[in-house]
Nanobody, 126 residues
Framework: QVQLVESGGGLVQAGGSLRLSCAAS????????MGWFRQAPGKEREFVSA????????EYSDSVKGRFTISKDNAKNTVYLEMNSLKPEDTAVYYC???????????????????WGQGTQVTVSS
């Protein structure tokens, strides 16, 4: 089991940057693949970015590719999402998720993740 707490959200102007953090506690951080999803009002939760279990591979949704970067610090049990060149359409609640299945591939589906944080709001103004 793992508990996840996101932080770093806020209000930013279009073109700006934010860095989200997800701190994990409980079971060893290295036992999980970690990812980020987001959900805008009235929309389905969508994949943003994730590592595979080992952490050597990562994926990004087409909408954020080239603008967002996922990283992690195993010693701190923390995963990050660096968001650059933010657009108003990036406005959403961002969720950190942990996948206990030790896949070699990156999980990009919501139902592949077992644990979720409460989310952190990111609002990008135009």
């Amino acid at each position: 089991q793992v508990q996840l707490v996101e932080s770093g959200g806020g209000l930013v102007q279009a073109g700006g940057s934010l860095r989200l953090s997800c701190a994990a506690s409980g079971r060893a951080f290295s036992s999980y693949a970690m990812g980020w999803f987001r959900q805008a009002p009235g929309k389905e939760r969508e994949f943003v970015s994730a590592f595979n279990w080992i952490g050597a591979s990562r994926e990004y949704s087409d909408s954020v590719k080239g603008r967002f970067t996922i990283s992690k610090d195993n010693a701190k049990n923390t995963v990050y999402l660096e968001m650059n060149s933010l657009k108003p359409e990036d406005t959403a609640v961002y969720y950190c998720a942990a996948d206990q299945t030790r896949r070699l591939r990156v999980g990009v589906q919501e139902d592949e993740y077992d644990y979720w944080g409460q989310g952190t709001q990111v609002t990008v103004s135009s």
